[in-house]
């Protein structure tokens, strides 16, 4: 019964995927690379130069990053972008979804950790036919494979391993980006200083523009001194794509020590620009934005204001951020700094630089 199951949902995924499948993908880059045998001696030392990588998985496209530390001292970094498509749009929109959620690590208690055993059994046993772990994962790897192509056709290296940021959604999970990671053939790194399931977009953004970052990363002990001196600062973070609008009232420090709880954030797959067309007038539709934008400064009208906005997402021209700029000015009654600039790669970026610092001891 097992059997006939487990080759019915290979057949599944088999078939979903030839009428699915990304224009830009070819068909062999849906198997994992296993045996692949690397461009180099290694990875980390090539041409003289270290790399570090990081990706990031976003509501309708994904990006990575690679920062090039060469060993004169200087630095350079290559970011890539690569738009998922029809489907990995639909299960990012069903992640974003409260009927989507699910027992998944890490548990509250060893009352969830059993009740979760039965999906974790299924998932274990489509990775060890070399399946993706569910249909979200095989998304999600596509998207990480045509990344991972371009960087290492870009530099001329392989990539081994990397960090992973992702859109904080309610419904996806670490072990969802883990697995894709894997079937991706690239080993999951946990970085140093991660207190949250994975990296969200976020932290890696905001580290991506340079804030939350200590100078003495190379020394932990002083790297930890750095990070007890930074202020705590309230952002707005938007994210605003074709396909969704989200916004977080986030307390952040250091930039893996963000403070982003789901009561404190908004998840609108309904609102990015392609909707404009559905609505019978412009004005309705930045209307609805904007009391978006706002739902959470007005749900906790005593929580420090921000300071900044982060903006990420692939926007469309400029009209959202002019908005956004009056809309916050406004409310506000000053203009808070906006951070604005690479807002399709930050978070890639951001990840490269957790990357750059080292695992964390608990890194599988």
Known sequence: ?????????????????????????????????????????????VHGYNYSIGFSLQSSFGAAAAIIDKFDGQTATVARVFHGGAEYERVMTRLSLETSRHIAPPYDDDGQFWADQPRKVVREALKAAQLPASYEVLILA??????RS???????IEIQEAVFAASHLVALYQDDIQDAAAY???????????????????????AGHGFGLCKHWQDD?????????????????????????????????????????????????????????????????????????????????LFPKPGKVLVTGDLDGGDFIDFLRSTMEEYLGTAPHF????????????????MRRGPAAWSP
């Open 142 to 147: 596509q998207v990480i494979q045509r990344l």
């Open 221 to 301: 002990d002083a790297c930890a001194d750095e990070g007890k001196q930074m202020p705590s600062e309230t952002i707005l973070a938007v994210h605003y794509s074709r396909t969704a609008l989200t916004v977080s009232l986030t307390v952040i420090s250091q930039a893996l020590w963000a403070w982003e709880p789901d009561y404190r954030r908004v998840e609108n797959f309904t609102l990015g620009s392609d909707s404009i067309k559905s609505y019978p007038n412009r004005e309705d539709y930045w209307t609805d934005v904007k009391d978006t934008i706002l739902s959470i400064n007005t749900q906790f009208p």
């Open 1 to 45: 019964m097992f059997v006939c199951g487990l080759l019915g949902w290979r057949a599944m995924i088999v078939g979903i995927s030839l009428f699915h499948l990304y224009p830009a993908t070819s068909a062999s880059s849906l198997n994992p690379p296993i045996g692949q045998k690397p461009l180099f001696a290694t990875v980390n030392e």
């Open 150 to 156: 371009e960087i290492e056709s870009t530099l001329g």
């Open 339 to 354: 951070l604005t600039n690479d807002t399709t790669t930050a978070a890639a970026k951001g990840a490269a630089q957790f």
């Open 184 to 206: 991706s053939g690239i080993k999951y790194v946990i970085p140093k200083g991660l207190h949250d399931p994975f990296v969200w977009e976020t932290a890696a953004a905001y």
